[in-house]
C-alpha cells in the first residue's frame, strides 16, 4: 500500500509550502515511501484513520467474538470455543433458508428499485411540464426515517383499521396481508421499494441529463422509435450512473431490517425472517453474541462480495467513456 | 482489547453458586470502576433515613408501560420525599433487553434501577441485580410498608425472585394478567339463543370450559350481526403468540417443562428435558389450531395490541388478553365488557401471569444501590400503586394484596368506576390462585425458546405442520437451546 | 473553469427550456399518445408514493377515535391534540428535536469536510493498491450493526463517549464517511488534475488550488454529499439507541418509544412520523436541483 516509488510532480511541491492544513496529519511522514505522505496522504490522513479507527477495531473484536462464547456480566469476557460457532453454521437450518429468503429480498427489494426508479426517470425526463414538482413530491419517501416507514407500514396495512387493508377490501380482496406468507413477504418488499425508488430516479435522473443531445436528434432522424433510443443509446450512456445507483442499495439492502422488524417480525411461519432479522434476534433477543458476530462476518462477507462484483463493472465501464 | 473491557472473574463460573461468587467480585469490581466514572451518591448521615441520600441523581431504565407512564407524569412526590431526582428512560422490550445487557457487558452500570423482566432480564442477569432483604433489614433505611409479606405471594416469588436462594431480586411492579374479555352486551341480548342452540348456558363461569368457548366462537361467526368474528386471538409470530398458546396447553395439562413450579415460579438455569412431546401438550396444540380455525383469520397478524385494537373496535366478541387493556375498553366500550378466569381444559384452568418487577443494580457502588432502593420501595408503595390506578396517563394494576382491601379500590371494582383497570378484580384474583396460575419457565435462554415455540406455532397456522409436528419440533429445538447451558 | 458550465446548465427545469434541450432534454418531439402514457405513469407514481404520507399527515391531526377507525375516516375535526401531547406532560420532544439537528448535523458537516479532504486525496493519489484502498473504504459501510454494536458500545464507554453528542457524532461517522469519501472523490476524479497544475503554475501553493480552484467546482457534490449523509443519520435508530441515554435521546428513538406495553398511540405516533419527515423534506426539497446537479456533475465533465 505504499505510494509508487515514481510519485508525481504534484506530489512533491507540497512539503515545501505547507499551507494553512485544517488538521495536521497523523505523522508527519515526509518519505514518499510511507503510506498517507505527501499532499494527497496528507490530506487522506484524517478522514482514514477516523475511520480505521472507528471500524478495524470493532471489527477485530467481532472476529474474536465469533472464535468464543461471550459473556457479559461483569464485564466482556471471551471464552474461546475454536470453530464451535462457526460449525454450528453449517448445521443451522434457520440460516440456510434465512439465505434463501435473503437472496430474494435482495433480488426482488433492488431489482425492482433499479427497474422501477429508472422507469420514473425516464418518464420524468420526457415529461415537458411539471417535472420539478413532479421529481420533489416523488423524492419524498427518500426522507423518511427506515423506522417510521416500518410503523407507517404496519399502520397501514393492520387488519382493523388500516388504510391499505380497508382499500383491498373494496377491490374484493378479503384476506389479511400480513396473516399470508406470500401476500407479507410481497408487502415488507413493496414498503422498501416505496422508500427507495425515489433515490434510484434521482440518480438515473442526474444521469439522464447528460445524455448528448447530438446522438438523440441522430436517433430520431434515423425513425428510431423510443424502446430502441432507450435500449441503444440512453440505456448505456447511463449505465456507470445506474451502477453507482446499484452500488449504494446493495450497501444497505441487507443490513437495513427496521420495516421487516416493525411490521411482521419475521413472521408469519418466518416467511420475512431474512438474515438481518436472524441476526438481531441472536444478538439481542438470545443474547448470543458469538454466534450473531459469525452471522455478522458473513453477512458482511456477502455484501463485500456483491458489491466487489458490482465495482468491478463499474470500472470496466469507466474508460469507456 | 482493553484491560478494562476484560475485568471480570478470571474463569468460566460453571455451577451457579460459582456463578454468584464470580458475580459478587466482578460487582465490587465495578464498584471501583464505577466510581470513576459517575458521581456517587451524596450521603447525610444524620439526615432521616428518606433524606439522606438528597441531592443525588438516579437513572432508571424501564419498559414503557402503565405505572412507568404515571409515575414519570408525576415524580414530585419522590423527589420532595427524598430530595433524589430520577432521570426515566422508557423503551420498548427488547431495546430495554439490548441496553441492560450492554449495560452489564461494560462492567460498569449506568442504570441504578432497571425494570426487570423475568425472562429476558431477571433470569439471564440474576447475579447482577441486589439482594434487597440486605436492605429491608437494614436499620438505616427505610422498610417496606407491609414488609415483602404484603406483596401477593405469586407476584413476589415470579417477578422478585430467581432460583432457590431465598433472596428477593426484584419488588413486584406490574403484573397484567390473561382474561377472558368479552362483549357483556351480546351475551346479554344473545344468552339465551345460544343456550337453547348449544345446550349450555353460554355466560363465562369458573365452569366454562374451552370447548364451551370454541363453541360459543362459532355461534357468533354466523349468529351475530354486530361482531364479524366471535374469537380473536394473538397469533402473530412474536411473543404473544406463546402467551395466548401457554394458557391453552395448561389447561389441557400440557408443560414446557417438568415441575412447572420450579421452573415457572422460582425459575432456574437447568430445566431438562423439554415435555413438548407429550399427548397432553399435542391435545392442546390440536385444540388449539382448532380454535383459530373459527378465529378471526386476522388474528395471525395480531399481537397483544392488534387484538386490542380490534377488539375495541367492535369486530370480535371475545378474546383472551391481558387485564390491563381494561381502561382502554372502558373509554372504548363504555359498560360493554365483561372479565371473567379465563375457561377450563381437562386438567385445569390457566391464566398467564406476565408481571415484572423494579430491581436495584449490583454494579453501582454501595451509596448509589442504597439511593436506588428508596426509589424502588417508594414506587411500589400502596400509597404510589393507589394513586398509580388514578393516573390519567397510566395506571397499572397494584402488586400489593393491601392496595385491594382500599375501600376506594374496592368500590372501583363495580361500574361506574374511576378506576376501569379494577373491573377486572375478580378475574385477575381468581387467576393468580395457585391452581390457575400460568407461568412460563424462567429460565435465562427462554428468549430463544420462547422464538421457538410461536416460530413452530406460526408454522402450524400457515399449514407447513401438524400440530404434533409443531410440538416435536419445537422441543427438538428447546432441548437443543437448553443443552447449550447458560453461564453468562 | 468552463469545464463545469454543462454541468450547471443541465439542471432539469431552470427555467431556462434552450439550455436543457442543449444540455440533453429528451427528444420533444413524440407521438401525443406516448406524451399521454409518460403522464399516466407519473401520476400513478405519485399516488403511490403521497398516499402514505398524506395519510400519515392527515391521520396525525385527528383525534384518537378517528385515527383508528375501521373505515377510513376523512370528515373529522382538525385537531392538535397529538401535537400538544407531544411537547406535554411527560412528552417533552424539543430535547429530542434539538438532540437530533445536532448529531445530524454536525456528523454530515464533519462527514462532508473530512470526505472531501480524504476524497481529493484519493482521487489524485498514485499509490499502488489505491482501488483497495478505495474499497475498503466503501467496504467499512457494509458491516451489520447489530454485530458490531458491541465492541463499539464498548469502545464508546471505554471513552465516556457513551450518552454524548459527541458520540452520537462519531459513530454517526462511521457510516457517512466512508460514503462521503466515496462519493466525493468520483467527482474529483472527474476533474481534470490540469485545473490545479496551471493554479499552481499561477503560483498557488497546493492546499490553495484545492482550497480555491476545485472546491467551488464540486460545491453541488459537496452539498449533494452533505443532504445525503445529513438524511442517513437523521433517520438512524441503531446507533442513536444504543449508544444515547438520557441526555441524547432522537426523535427515531422517541418514534419507538410510543410503542408501548399497552397499546400503540397512533395518532401520536403519525404527529412524530410527520415530525421526523417534514425537516428532511424540506432540507432535501431546498438542495433538490443541486442534488440533481450534484449527481451529474461527475458524468457531464467526464464527457
Known amino acids: 500500500m505504499d505510494s509508487s516509488p515514481t510519485g508525481n510532480v504534484r506530489e512533491t511541491g507540497s512539503p515545501a509550502t505547507p499551507p494553512a492544513r485544517p488538521t495536521p496529519p497523523a505523522r508527519p511522514a515526509r518519505r514518499a515511501a510511507l503510506p498517507l505522505a505527501g499532499f494527497n496522504g496528507r490530506m487522506m490522513a484524517p478522514g482514514l484513520l477516523l475511520l480505521a479507527a472507528v471500524s478495524l477495531l470493532p471489527l477485530a473484536a467481532v472476529i474474536a467474538m465469533s472464535f468464543a462464547r461471550v459473556h457479559l456480566l461483569g464485564g466482556l469476557r471471551l471464552e474461546g470455543v475454536g470453530a464451535e460457532n462457526w460449525a454450528r453454521l453449517f448445521t443451522d437450518p434457520d440460516m440456510a433458508w434465512a439465505w434463501v429468503r435473503t437472496a430474494v429480498y435482495f433480488v426482488l427489494t433492488v431489482g425492482g428499485e433499479m427497474a422501477l426508479g429508472t422507469a420514473l426517470a425516464v418518464c420524468l425526463w420526457r415529461l415537458r411540464r411539471g417535472r420539478n414538482a413532479a421529481l420533489s413530491l416523488l423524492l419524498l ?22 388504510l391499505y387493508t380497508w382499500l383491498l377490501r373494496q377491490l374484493g380482496y378479503n384476506g389479511d396481508v400480513m396473516a399470508d406468507q406470500t401476500s407479507a413477504f410481497a408487502a415488507v418488499t413493496l414498503m422498501d421499494i416505496w422508500e427507495w425508488t425515489p433515490l434510484v430516479a434521482l440518480i438515473a435522473l442526474a444521469g439522464l441529463t447528460t445524455v448528448p443531445s447530438s446522438a438523440l436528434e441522430a436517433a430520431s432522424l434515423d425513425g428510431a422509435g423510443l424502446p430502441r433510443t432507450l435500449r441503444h443509446i440512453v440505456l448505456p450512456s447511463i449505465a456507470p450512473v445506474l451502477l453507482v445507483a446499484l452500488l449504494i442499495r446493495s450497501m444497505d439492502a441487507l443490513r437495513y431490517f427496521d420495516i421487516i422488524w416493525n411490521t411482521t417480525g419475521g413472521g408469519p411461519a418466518n416467511a420475512t425472517k431474512t438474515a438481518s432479522v436472524q441476526l438481531y434476534e441472536t444478538a439481542f433477543r438470545f443474547f448470543d453474541f458469538g454466534y450473531a458476530a459469525v452471522t455478522g ?9 456483491v458489491a466487489r462484483y458490482f465495482v468491478r463493472l463499474l470500472e470496466r465501464k469507466e474508460p469507456a467513456r | 482489547m482493553s484491560s478494562r473491557l476484560s475485568a471480570g472473574p478470571p474463569k468460566p463460573a460453571m455451577s451457579r453458586r460459582a456463578l454468584l461468587r464470580g458475580a459478587a467480585a466482578a460487582g465490587s469490581a465495578g464498584v471501583l470502576a464505577g466510581c470513576a466514572g459517575r458521581p456517587d451518591a451524596h450521603l447525610d448521615a444524620d439526615a432521616a433515613p428518606w433524606k439522606r441520600y438528597a441531592g443525588t441523581t438516579l437513572n432508571f431504565i424501564s419498559e414503557n408501560t402503565a405505572p412507568t407512564a404515571a409515575i414519570a407524569a408525576d415524580l414530585r412526590p419522590f423527589t420532595e420525599l427524598t430530595g433524589i431526582r430520577v432521570n426515566i428512560v422508557t423503551l420498548e422490550l427488547s431495546a430495554l433487553a439490548q441496553k441492560v445487557a450492554l449495560d452489564f457487558a461494560s462492567g460498569n452500570g449506568e442504570y441504578d434501577v432497571v425494570y426487570a423482566d423475568p425472562y429476558l432480564v431477571l433470569a439471564p442477569y440474576a447475579a447482577a441485580f441486589a439482594d434487597l432483604r440486605e436492605f429491608q433489614e437494614d436499620p438505616a433505611l427505610p422498610r417496606l410498608p407491609g414488609g415483602f409479606g404484603d406483596f401477593i405471594p405469586a407476584h413476589l416469588d415470579t417477578a422478585g425472585r430467581f432460583g432457590d436462594s431465598g433472596k428477593v431480586l426484584a419488588l413486584p411492579y406490574d403484573c397484567p394478567t390473561m382474561v377472558w374479555q368479552y362483549r357483556a352486551d351480546l351475551f346479554e341480548e344473545y344468552g339465551e339463543r345460544m343456550a337453547d342452540d348449544l345446550g349450555f348456558d353460554p355466560t363465562p363461569s369458573d365452569n366454562s370450559t374451552w370447548e364451551q368457548y370454541h363453541a360459543i366462537a362459532k355461534w357468533f361467526n354466523s349468529h351475530a350481526h354486530q361482531v364479524r368474528y366471535g374469537t380473536g386471538h394473538q397469533a402473530k409470530q412474536h411473543d404473544a403468540l406463546m402467551c395466548d398458546f401457554s394458557n391453552v396447553l395448561w389447561s389441557y395439562d400440557g408443560s414446557y417443562f417438568a415441575d412447572g413450579t420450579r421452573v415457572g415460579r422460582f425459575g432456574t438455569t437447568d430445566p431438562g428435558k423439554c415435555l413438548l412431546r407429550s399427548d397432553a401438550a399435542v391435545a392442546g396444540a390440536e385444540f388449539y389450531d382448532r380454535l383459530l380455525r373459527v378465529a378471526d383469520p386476522a388474528s395471525r397478524t395480531w399481537d397483544w395490541d392488534g387484538l386490542g385494537a380490534a377488539f375495541r373496535s367492535g369486530r370480535i366478541a371475545m378474546c383472551p388478553n391481558w387485564h390491563e387493556y381494561a381502561a382502554a375498553n372502558e373509554t372504548a366500550l363504555p359498560g360493554k365488557v365483561g372479565y371473567a378466569r379465563l375457561p377450563k381444559g381437562p386438567a385445569r384452568s390457566a391464566g398467564m401471569y406476565g408481571g415484572t418487577g423494579i430491581a436495584v443494580s449490583n454494579v453501582v457502588s454501595a451509596r448509589r444501590r442504597r439511593a436506588a432502593w428508596l426509589f424502588a420501595n417508594w414506587a411500589t408503595a400502596p400509597k404510589t400503586q393507589v394513586s398509580n390506578l388514578a393516573s390519567k396517563v397510566g395506571g397499572g ?37 395457585d391452581a390457575n396460575l400460568g407461568l412460563r419457565p424462567k429460565i435465562p435462554m427462554w428468549g430463544e425458546c420462547d422464538t421457538a415455540i410461536y416460530t413452530e406455532l406460526s408454522r402450524m397456522f400457515a399449514g407447513e405442520v401438524s400440530p404434533g409436528g409443531a410440538m416435536r419440533a419445537a422441543a427438538d429445538r428447546i432441548d437443543r437451546i437448553t443443552a447449550r447451558g447458560w453461564v453468562n | 473553469m468552463t469545464a463545469v458550465t454543462p454541468a450547471r446548465a443541465a439542471v432539469p427545469g431552470r427555467a431556462a427550456t434552450p439550455a436543457r434541450t442543449a444540455a440533453g432534454g429528451p427528444p420533444q418531439r413524440g407521438s401525443r399518445a406516448s406524451r399521454t402514457v409518460v403522464r399516466v405513469l407519473v401520476a400513478a407514481a405519485l399516488v403511490w ?51 437530533s439537528v445536532l448529531a445530524a448535523g454536525l456528523s454530515a458537516l464533519l462527514a462532508t469536510a473530512l470526505g472531501a479532504l480524504a476524497g481529493y486525496g484519493l482521487a489524485r493519489t498514485r499509490m499502488r493498491g489505491k482501488q483497495h484502498l478505495s474499497f475498503w473504504v466503501v467496504s467499512t459501510r457494509m458491516a451489520p450493526i447489530a454485530a ?34 466515496w462519493l466525493l472523490s468520483a467527482f474529483f476524479s472527474e476533474l481534470p488534475p490540469s485545473l490545479e497544475e496551471s493554479a499552481q503554475v499561477a503560483g498557488c501553493g497546493h492546499w490553495q488550488a484545492f482550497r480555491h480552484v476545485v472546491l467551488p467546482l464540486t460545491r453541488p457534490g459537496l452539498v449533494t454529499t452533505f443532504v445525503l449523509c445529513l438524511v442517513f443519520s437523521w433517520n438512524d435508530y ?57 449527481l451529474t456533475m461527475g458524468a457531464v465533465t467526464g464527457e
Request: aromatic share 10%; no cysteine; charged share 10%.
Open chain 3, 238 to 294: 441503531a446507533f442513536a439507541l444504543v449508544l444515547g441515554g438520557p441526555h441524547t435521546q432522537t426523535l427515531p428513538i422517541a418514534a419507538s418509544q410510543l410503542v408501548t406495553q399497552t397499546g400503540i398511540d397512533w395518532g401520536q405516533l403519525t404527529a412524530i412520523g410527520t415530525l421526523v419527515v417534514v425537516p428532511m423534506m424540506l432540507v432535501g426539497l431546498a438542495v433538490r436541483r443541486w442534488l440533481v446537479t450534484g
Open chain 1, 297 to 305: 462476518l458473513l453477512m458482511l462477507a456477502v455484501t463485500t462480495v
Open chain 1, 141 to 162: 419517501p427518500m426522507f423518511v426515517a427506515p423506522v417510521i416507514v416500518g410503523l407507517l407500514g404496519r399502520f397501514l396495512t393492520d387488519s382493523t383499521f388500516g
Open chain 3, 49 to 99: 408514493t403521497l398516499v402514505p404520507l398524506g395519510w400519515m399527515l392527515l391521520s396525525s391531526f385527528k383525534p384518537t377515535a378517528s385515527v383508528t377507525a375501521s373505515t377510513p375516516d376523512l370528515w373529522f375535526a382538525p385537531t392538535l391534540q397529538n401535537y400538544r401531547g407531544l411537547f406535554s406532560g411527560a412528552n417533552n420532544l424539543w430535547p429530542y428535536l434539538q438532540n
Open chain 2, 397 to 433: 394494576t397494584p402488586t400489593r394484596a393491601s392496595v385491594y382491601a382500599v375501600p376506594r379500590v374496592v368500590e372501583a371494582e363495580q361500574r361506574p368506576s374511576k378506576m376501569p383497570n379494577m373491573l377486572t378484580a375478580e378475574a385477575v384474583k381468581a387467576a393468580w390462585k
Open chain 3, 148 to 181: 458490531v454494536v458491541l465492541p463499539i458500545f464498548l469502545i464508546f464507554r471505554f471513552l465516556g463517549l457513551i450518552d454524548t453528542l459527541p458520540g452520537l457524532v462519531l459513530a454517526y461517522l462511521s457510516f457517512n464517511l466512508p460514503f462521503a469519501i
